[in-house]
């Protein structure tokens, strides 16, 4: 895959890189990452890197700082998307990523049907950030570029626990290490370090959760004012749905938070009986089989009781196997 790289970036004079709205660690690592490289490998290039508000979690690697908020008025000759399921996921930047005079989506989500000139999708890989250490190889790694990636894969990995964990993703790391980086200090500085604010959410997103399906579904809503009232962002809420899937005989998580009145952003997560990818996909959202997530309008009984149609299903068919 270096190949498609070195062949995509000749005679280019200007690249635009972006990721998806909310940005995640696997976003920012492989968008910092692949920022980093190409700065470093092909300086001729003029390159930026476009993202939403980066969580403060991640400014600890380097190139974040660089990281641009608002859209330009530019051409570029490349605009590279990355772990972006459809081309309205890249919010600010997708203006800029339709008018480039050609493009590449690096994805790995199953729902993405590639929308680039050039796609390099692959559902099976734990996350972009890994497919970016293919498409660079071991030899194109330094230490900085190392520790963007890795902890986008940690992140999109569960911290190498999630079933998209592969031999082919722990030779990656394995590379990534021996770049020399501290990957003790930076998982616990991006991925179990959180502020009170994020602590508090989290209480209160799982105290006033409820089960649904006989147990086996756990939903947990977080309104605008609740998030007002602890002064949160939406980044303050990474991690919630992952704690509600943890509970004991749960199948399924639904976490929505409120993005503005009748405007819900959902968050799925499945041990593997069901496969959220398909009900994300439904509504108009995408991901993988155990991850997914939508944006859904209505009440928030509107809202669930539309997931858990597509849902129950897939929940009774199981059982109906079983007996």
């Known amino acids: 895959m270096k190949?498609?790289?070195?062949?995509?970036?000749k005679e280019k004079k200007t690249v635009g890189i972006a990721g998806?709205?909310?940005?995640?660690?696997d976003c920012v690592g492989s968008c910092v990452g692949l920022y980093l490289y190409l700065t470093r490998e092909y300086p001729e290039i003029k390159t930026d890197v476009y993202l939403e508000e980066v969580p403060a979690q991640?400014?600890?690697?380097?190139?974040?700082?660089?990281?641009?908020?608002?859209?330009?008025?530019?051409v570029y000759d490349l605009f590279i998307s990355l772990d972006c399921g459809s081309p309205d996921r890249l919010g600010f930047a997708e203006e800029m990523f339709r008018n480039a005079k050609t493009t590449l989506c690096v994805d790995h989500h199953i729902?993405?049907?590639g929308y680039a000139r050039e796609n390099y999708v692959v559902p099976d890989a734990s996350s972009t950030s890994e497919l970016i250490c293919r498409m660079i190889g071991?030899?194109?790694?330094d230490r900085e570029i190392a520790e963007a990636l890795y902890v986008g894969i940690a992140h999109d990995t569960g911290?190498?626990?999630?079933?998209?964990?592969?031999?082919?993703?722990?030779e990656v790391a394995a590379d990534l290490l021996r770049t020399g980086l501290d990957a003790n200090a930076l998982i616990d500085h991006t991925y179990y370090s959180k502020t009170?604010?994020?602590?508090q959410i989290l209480g209160r997103a799982l105290l006033e959760s409820m089960f649904l399906l006989d147990k086996k579904c756990i939903v947990s809503v977080i309104t605008k004012k609740v998030m007002n009232f602890y002064g949160a962002k939406a980044s303050d809420l990474e991690g919630i749905v992952s704690q509600l899937r943890n509970t004991t005989g749960v199948e399924v998580?639904?976490?929505?938070?409120?993005?503005?009145?009748?405007?819900?952003?959902?968050?799925?997560?499945?041990?593997g009986l069901v496969d959220v990818s398909s009900v994300a996909q439904y509504f108009g959202g995408g991901g993988h089989v155990r991850a997914a997530g939508v944006t859904m309008q209505g009440s928030v009984h509107d809202v669930i009781n539309n997931l858990l149609r597509k849902i129950a299903p897939q929940i009774t068919e199981e059982d109906g196997e079983k007996a």
């Open 58 to 74: 991640f400014l600890v690697l380097k190139g974040t700082d660089q990281v641009k908020n608002q859209a330009v008025d530019q």
């Open 159 to 170: 911290v190498f626990l999630y079933s998209c964990t592969s031999p082919e993703t722990m």
């Open 196 to 199: 009170y604010i994020q602590q």
């Open 111 to 113: 729902s993405n049907l």
């Open 3 to 9: 190949k498609l790289l070195q062949e995509i970036l």
């Open 138 to 141: 071991s030899e194109g790694l």
């Open 253 to 271: 998580a639904i976490f929505l938070h409120e993005l503005d009145s009748g405007e819900f952003k959902v968050s799925l997560r499945s041990n």
């Open 20 to 25: 998806h709205v909310r940005p995640d660690g």
